[in-house]
């Protein structure tokens, strides 16, 4: 039975998760600011559609990149040397929302809405919640955004609207949190697209250590304009 959360109910422990249901853990309760920083540190997510109730989630196993194992391909490598993009921070926070958030290729519908864009963009403006942005001239080609608490993003969505803009920009993340020290970038659920770029799964309770030990570090406060190719030579030299 899935707990109902009602406004002061704490989170149950991620290991009474559903693995019947890939790590459902609660429904309920709200988005405001203090339930979603609880929600990431404890390392649990909201994820829902626009017809159904909050639904909180802690899978397991879980999906994470650390920044020095990003892998960069061949072409993607090539791409990078091109230096025809700028990577931002954070000047078009509900832009990148509203694109994620975009209908996609076989997709009915988006679990991105409008109560979602509005508690994100109220994390953006305390703080907590950035965005990552590939620019093509005057065109925002593709980014992410995620939270970050402590040392550690968790990733939300990303998305592309030229070639590889998403991946130069979760590039240029990686070799900038190696750079400032961050221990992981949380990616929620398994995927293979993220597998590619050298995201790989880790045991629930080891993910909570994780957290124990870089979500309570003190956080970076210099999130900003990043030049372009400011992060390339930091990138993990594996390639595929």
């Not at 879980?62 to 040397?81: D, G, Q, T, Y």
């Not at 697209?193 to 956080?219: C, K, N, T, W, Y």
């Amino acid at each position: 039975m899935i707990p109902w959360l009602h406004a002061n109910d704490p989170f149950p422990p991620v290991h009474r998760a559903s693995r019947e249901y890939n790590g459902l853990l609660a429904a309920g309760a709200d988005l405001s600011m203090p339930r979603l920083l609880a929600a990431y540190r404890h390392g649990i997510f909201p994820w829902f559609n626009a017809d159904e109730p909050i639904l909180w989630w802690s899978p397991d196993p879980r999906m994470v990149l650390f920044p020095a194992e990003f892998k960069l391909s061949r072409s993607l490598r090539k791409r990078l040397a091109c230096g025809n993009y700028s990577v931002r921070i954070d000047t078009a926070f509900n832009r990148v929302m509203r694109e994620c958030a975009a209908p996609r290729d076989g997709a009915a519908g988006t679990w991105i809405s409008e109560p979602m864009i509005a508690a994100y963009t109220a994390l953006h403006a305390a703080g907590h919640a950035h965005s990552i942005e590939t620019w093509i001239g005057d065109e925002l080609a593709g980014g992410l955004y995620g939270v970050a608490i402590g040392r550690v993003f968790f990733g939300e969505s990303m998305f592309t609207r030229q070639t590889d803009a998403s991946k130069i920009a979760l590039a240029h993340l990686a070799g900038w949190l190696h750079k400032v020290d961050f221990g992981v970038i949380d990616c929620q659920m398994t995927t293979s697209h993220l597998a590619s770029l050298g995201a790989r799964e880790i045991a629930r309770a080891e993910f909570s250590a994780l957290l124990d030990q870089h979500a309570v570090r003190p956080g970076f406060t210099g999130w900003k304009l990043l030049p372009q190719n400011q992060l390339l030579p930091l990138l993990s030299p594996r390639s595929v």
